[in-house]
């Protein structure tokens, strides 16, 4: 069956402008997870969904980020006001149910904020 | 202190060398320990998976944990070209947020045909 697919897969915007970033999950999956991957640096935590239970929002950077998952389907992650330190790959993930569940990784979107 | 430190390399290698990549991490409460590879522009996908210390292996790929020393190693044997890639560890605690993993910054690696 398909992977994780996220879109779109390369995003250019210019600093202030609000983005918004998809995630399809492998079918069935319950749990979802967003990471962010700046240059140089690991992949950062940024939310866990869990069915439909409240989301982890600890990772979040600041105000301006938010995510939403409808039901056990596609999640939206969205910048609002974009700037420069935003730039990064974001990358999503999803496991069957929530750990030790392996998580799988979508080939992310990449974000540069000019 | 970042809670999991590697070494970022770049690390080249010749085909066939053995390849040792390694972290260390400084939280004892981590008890699941994972190395994941990823290509270039790609997700990372995971290659191995171990639940507190000790040996695992897959094939060409062994994970070592020690616990005591809080360190946690990949070792390639026979490396291929096809093993060019960003490795990534990555570790997580077995309490409530344990969904949360931490990664090491992942040492790119490059093996020379």
């Known amino acids: 069956g398909a992977g994780v697919s996220q879109s779109p897969s390369n995003k250019v915007t210019e600093k202030g402008k609000d983005v918004e970033l998809r995630c399809d999950p492998i079918s069935g999956h319950t749990a979802l997870y967003w990471y962010r991957q700046r240059l140089g640096q690991g992949l950062e935590f940024l939310i866990y969904?869990?069915?439909?239970?409240?989301?982890?929002k600890s990772g979040l950077p600041s105000d301006r980020f938010s995510a939403e998952r409808t039901g056990e389907s596609v999640s939206t992650l969205t910048i609002q006001r974009t700037q420069q330190e935003d730039s990064a790959v974001y990358l999503c993930?999803?496991?069957?149910?929530?750990?030790?569940?392996?998580?799988?990784f979508g080939p992310g979107t990449r974000l540069l904020v000019l | 202190q970042k809670e999991v430190e590697q070494d970022p390399g770049p690390l080249s290698v010749p085909e066939g060398a053995i390849v040792s990549l390694n972290c260390t991490y400084s939280n004892s409460a981590f008890q699941y320990f994972m190395w994941y590879r990823q290509y270039s522009r790609k997700g990372p996908e995971l290659l191995m998976y171990t639940y507190s210390s000790g040996n695992k292996e897959d094939g060409r790929f062994t994970a070592q944990v020690d616990k005591s020393s809080k360190y946690i190693s990949l070792f390639i044997r026979d490396s291929q070209p096809s093993d060019s890639a960003t490795y990534l560890c990555?570790?997580?605690?077995?309490?409530?947020?344990?969904?949360?993993?931490?990664f090491g910054k992942g040492t790119l690696l490059t093996v020379n045909p």
């Open positions: 969904f869990q069915g439909n239970s409240a989301p982890d």
């Open positions: 993930a999803s496991s069957l149910r929530g750990p030790p569940e392996t998580q799988y």
């Open positions: 990555a570790v997580r605690g077995s309490g409530g947020s344990n969904y949360k993993l931490t």
